[in-house]
């Protein structure tokens, strides 16, 4: 008899299958008939929840982009996802669970009132600012997908933090500046103000910013599927 998958180890099954190239037909009906009850017995931290999740939601951006032609325009709000019989977007996954129901457009300052039952359920209980350092929206900008494991993710996390934020951080001593991803700007109050930007990038770069001001980059849209951390992935 085949042996059962779990839900972490079916996300992280469908974000392998995804990498290679092959048919994810059988994973995504296998998590789509997952036991509701078992699967929320599964997630049962935060630890197990941001590592399926992630997962799930960078799995399946490229699945609803190469194979069911997704516009980027509905890609991140159409419910395409079935987990346990309930479905999803992209958009619930990243605002709704991993961002604790945070409303989409407000810096990450203001709760989403309308967030369901089932999310609110499901979502995390401490929002971590490292899944924006994780989560892959197929731009150029974006960061690497990286493979993710309950066991491992706070090391995975930071892995995927310190990666990022060094491609896309520079220091500019003559003029007093610190440039850095539009990220920080969209999800300000994720990363606790301008005061915990600083203190993010002292703690993984060691940079003391206090006399530098805070420059946000100009991100990039253009397209780029598959950009898989290679060094995650080993």
């Known amino acids: 008899m085949k042996e059962q998958l779990n ?10 299958i995804v990498k290679m190239g092959k048919s994810s037909d059988e994973l995504v009906i296998q998590l789509e008939q997952l ?3 078992q699967f ?5 931290n935060d630890q197990y929840k941001k ?6 939601y960078n799995a399946f951006f490229q699945i ?3 194979q069911r032609k997704l516009e980027k325009k509905t ?27 945070r409303y989409k457009f407000s810096l990450g300052y203001l709760p989403n009132i309308l967030a369901s039952r089932l999310i609110k359920d499901l979502a995390v209980s401490v929002i ?23 066991k491992n993710i706070d090391q995975q996390l930071d892995l995927a933090s310190a990666s990022f934020l060094e491609g896309e951080t520079t220091v500019d001593d003559a003029k007093k500046e610190i440039h850095i991803s539009s990220l920080f700007k969209w999800f300000l109050g994720d990363f606790g ?26 991100y990039s849209w253009d397209e780029q599927l598959d950009n898989y951390s290679e060094e995650q992935f080993a």
């Open 193 to 218: 103000g301008t005061k915990g930007i600083r203190k993010i990038l002292n703690q993984h770069l060691d940079i003391d910013s206090k006399e530098h001001r805070l420059v946000y980059t100009t």
């Open 128 to 150: 971590d600012y490292r899944i924006h350092f994780a989560l892959n929206c197929g731009a150029k900008s974006c960061p690497p997908i990286g493979f993710y494991t309950a």
């Open 64 to 66: 609803l982009r190469k």
């Open 35 to 37: 036991n509701s009850e």
């Open 75 to 101: 890609i991140y709000t159409s419910k395409e996802i079935v987990i346990a019989g309930h479905t999803f977007s992209l958009d619930d996954i990243e605002h709704g669970i991993l961002r604790k129901y």
């Open 40 to 44: 929320q017995r599964d997630l049962k």
């Open 7 to 16: 839900s972490n180890q079916l996300s992280e099954q469908l974000l392998l």
């Open 51 to 56: 590592a399926f999740w992630i997962n799930i």
